[in-house]
């Protein structure tokens, strides 16, 4: 399979998807998927799929694109409950047409999801299972963040599920496309949890470090409301951080920021993220030697070494 040909397709498919008489839930879904993004989840459905033996491209496109389109629903949406104005680098769906249509365009991609779906079958069932657990993660966030009891352990109850569940769901699609034994479909599923963990750390380390330019989207709104892993760190060191609760002039972020930065909430969770990637690596074993293997490994550790 050659995987730039692949995720080609997949894009096809998501915007032929989205095509809708209803202009502005046409328009806000192209702009949203025009926008691009890092594409991770299809391409972990289309190399699941090729390093297990699948061949038939066009077979395992329409999966890929439900699982991106799950994921482009949930920031749409993320982009209402967060405030956020930038995604990918341009200004979200949010902040062009407001929240009532930025709602409804999440709603629209989600429905597609179901249309891309119905020739799977039982597959269904795997996507559903992550869906749910998308949402239930979300709320778990929201809830954490509202009470300020966000710890260690509820973020990483909350990352598994908003999350690895979606990439555990990708690679064990792909695999479970192309035919797989049940020790290849489950060692996958190990290999995108265990990954999705990797991404997520990863990604709320950068919402700490990084500025909007470099992450494509609003930069701090996970700390400014007590999420993510500088949260996490600061609430298991004396106290949820709310950026709401500090008391700073000029810029109440600036203070929590140097706060967490001072500890080794960054250096750890970095340590954290590259042993799950190991950890995921080596799932992979129970794969034949090919490309495909090759560039999921490739895949995996890119993950760690991104800054945005």
Do not use: C
Request: glycine letters at 8%.
């Amino acid at each position: 399979m050659d995987i730039t040909q692949a995720m080609q397709a997949v894009e096809s498919k998501m915007f032929a998807i989205v095509d809708s008489d209803v202009s502005v839930l046409r328009d806000a879904s192209h702009h949203i998927l025009s926008a691009g993004g890092k594409r991770i989840r299809p391409r972990l459905v289309m190399l699941s799929y090729a390093a297990t033996g699948g061949q038939d491209v066009s077979y395992a496109v329409p999966v890929a694109s439900a699982v991106e389109l799950v994921h482009t629903a949930s920031v749409v949406h993320d982009d209402i409950n967060d405030h956020g104005f930038v995604r990918r680098g341009r200004p979200s769906v949010n902040a062009i047409w407001g929240r009532t249509f930025a709602l409804l365009t999440g709603d629209f991609l989600f429905t597609k999801v179901y249309e891309l779906m119905a020739p799977y079958k039982d597959l269904n069932v795997v996507l559903a299972e992550a869906t749910i657990a998308l949402v239930e993660g979300e709320t778990l966030q929201a809830a954490a963040a509202k009470e300020g009891n966000l710890n260690w352990e509820t973020y990483y109850q909350i990352i598994a599920r908003k999350t690895a569940a979606l990439f555990k769901a990708g690679a064990r699609l792909g695999a479970g496309l192309a035919g797989a034994t049940h020790e290849q479909v489950e060692a996958l599923g190990r290999f995108g949890f265990y990954i999705g963990l990797a991404f997520q750390i990863i990604d709320d380390i950068l919402d700490l470090i990084a500025d909007s330019n470099q992450l494509g989207k609003t930069a701090g709104i996970d700390l400014a409301q007590g999420k993510g892993v500088g949260s996490a760190y600061a609430s298991s060191n004396g106290g949820a951080i709310v950026a709401e609760r500090v008391a700073v002039a000029d810029d109440p972020l600036a203070a929590i920021k140097q706060k967490i930065l001072e500890g080794d909430a960054i250096d750890t969770a970095r340590t954290q993220a590259k042993s799950l990637v190991e950890q995921a690596v080596s799932e992979l074993d129970v794969l034949p030697e090919s490309t495909a293997k090759q560039e999921l490994i490739e895949l995996a550790r890119l993950i760690v070494d991104r800054d945005h």
